[in-house]
């Protein structure tokens, strides 16, 4: 069965600096892999995908995410954080081909945002 | 597009009431889904269906039913509301092939439920 491991609960960082949120993911093939973020009160926006080819991908917001397969992981980053970037982060791994049964998620990254 | 529109946004109910929380999208999408989210562990499927007549059990069914008679709605209904159901739903739906929205899920803004 396939799995995502988040091994920060929480994280803070100072305005302005750079950020990391680390995934590691458990799937017997090549997955596709997300990174969503939750507002407090909102619903999940998609940040990012990877289905295959660059192993860097870049999405909205100034995130990006590097798939690393033989580390099985799949990291979350930006150079410098804003305030409006508190939030959760949501990474979450899918059967690649666009399986029907939805995404497997980890228990998500509560990021904070110093001033 | 107003993408995946849940109601409602809370909900108050009595142990041993029942509820439905609707789920529409319209965005021409097959597969839709239910998931349940907790704090500090993330969102659990609770059903999803692959299209109009067909639904599945996801990781954690017990307690809740679904049916899905059109491509657009999506519907989870809680028979006898129990406390460990208290919880934020939310509905998604994900288009395939080349559509609008393939393989990624798109999550309406979720339903807040407590069981007192």
């Known amino acids: 069965a396939q799995s995502v491991t988040q091994p920060d609960i929480h994280i803070t960082v100072s305005e302005g600096a750079s950020l990391e949120l680390r995934c590691n993911y458990s799937?017997?093939?090549?997955?596709?892999l997300f990174w969503y973020v939750q507002s407090p009160g909102q619903g999940l926006q998609l940040l990012l995908k990877?289905?295959?080819?660059?192993?860097l991908v870049q999405g909205i917001k100034g995130f990006e995410a590097e798939f690393k397969r033989s580390q099985s992981s799949f990291n979350l980053r930006k150079p410098s954080v804003h305030w409006s970037d508190a939030a959760e982060y949501f990474c979450?791994?899918?059967?690649?081909?666009?399986?029907?049964?939805?995404?497997?998620f980890g228990k998500g990254t509560h990021l904070i945002i110093q001033p | 597009n107003a993408g995946v529109t849940q109601t409602p946004k809370f909900r108050i109910l009595k142990i041993g009431q029942s509820m439905t929380l609707q789920c529409t999208q319209d965005?021409?999408?097959?597969?839709m889904y239910w998931y349940r989210q907790d704090p500090g562990m993330g969102l659990k499927l609770i059903y999803y269906?692959?299209?109009?007549?067909?639904?599945d059990k996801g990781e954690v069914p017990n307690g809740y039913n679904v049916s899905r008679s059109t491509t657009e709605d999506f519907p989870l209904r809680l028979e006898l509301a129990a406390p460990s159901q208290t919880s934020v739903y939310f509905c998604?739906?994900?288009?395939?092939?080349?559509?609008?929205?393939?393989?990624?899920?798109?999550f309406g803004a979720g339903s807040r439920l407590t069981v007192l």
């Open positions: 979450a791994v899918g059967e690649s081909g666009g399986g029907a049964d939805g995404l497997t």
């Open positions: 269906s692959v299209g109009a007549g067909i639904t």
């Open positions: 998604a739906s994900q288009g395939q092939g080349l559509s609008s929205g393939a393989n990624v899920l798109t």
């Open positions: 990877y289905f295959s080819g660059d192993t």
């Open positions: 799937y017997g093939a090549t997955p596709y």
């Open positions: 965005m021409n999408h097959n597969y």
